[in-house]
């Protein structure tokens, strides 16, 4: 279990947050480092506290919740992000994850349940209801998008690099990255295309291409 898990809220209802932060930190090291209440505090405090997860609302003033995640995935390669909504709406779901959330959550569920799901989202895994597994199904169906379309715009560069056969430094070298942020954006990547190796990664980013040409 991730101990000493530190965590930011972003939501625009007081009574909400409180509640979740109190719900969350009755685990053992796990802290509620800032609270957000609007699109622009979210990403200015993800980007000075680096949080280790970011529970991120959809309905937020600003410029919204989507953008939100796309810039906090971007500025915070490291941060897991965990979309608490209200919406079960499935082209929201579909661009939360293309955005760069890890987890989406619908409030409501009890606080054991978000608990658990914070949990396995900060051991690398990924989790969305199974009542939207069924919206998700159709929606990448209806777009015909498979599993490269879930990919953040710098996964995607990244996988473009690995597909060329560089190694984690001459990937970092050409994007701009640190080793250790290519090293885990491979591993986003690997995780979201369901591959094993860089290789199989490599193999899928090629075929996907031939068929798109």
Known sequence: ???GLRILLADD?????????HSLEVENGWRVVAQADGCQ????????VQPDVALIDLSMPGV???EVIRQIASGCPHTRIVVLTASSDGDELVAALKAGAHAYVLKGVSAFEL????????????????????HLLV???RTRS?????????EAEVLEQLAQGRTNREIGARLHLAEKTVKHHVTQVLAK???????????????EGRQHA
Do not use: K, W
Request: aromatic share 2%.
């Open 1 to 3: 279990m991730p101990e």
């Open 41 to 48: 505090q979210a990403v200015a405090m993800s980007r000075d």
């Open 13 to 21: 209802h007081p009574l909400l947050r409180d509640g979740v932060a």
């Open 139 to 141: 929606e990448l169906t």
């Open 64 to 66: 919204g919740g989507i």
């Open 115 to 134: 608990r658990d799901t914070v949990r396995r989202v900060a051991a690398g895994e990924s989790y969305v209801p199974p009542a939207l597994a069924g």
């Open 146 to 154: 498979g599993p490269i379309d879930l990919l953040t715009g710098r």
């Open 193 to 207: 295309l369901h591959v094993r190796s860089r290789t199989e990664a490599a193999l899928l980013a090629q075929r």
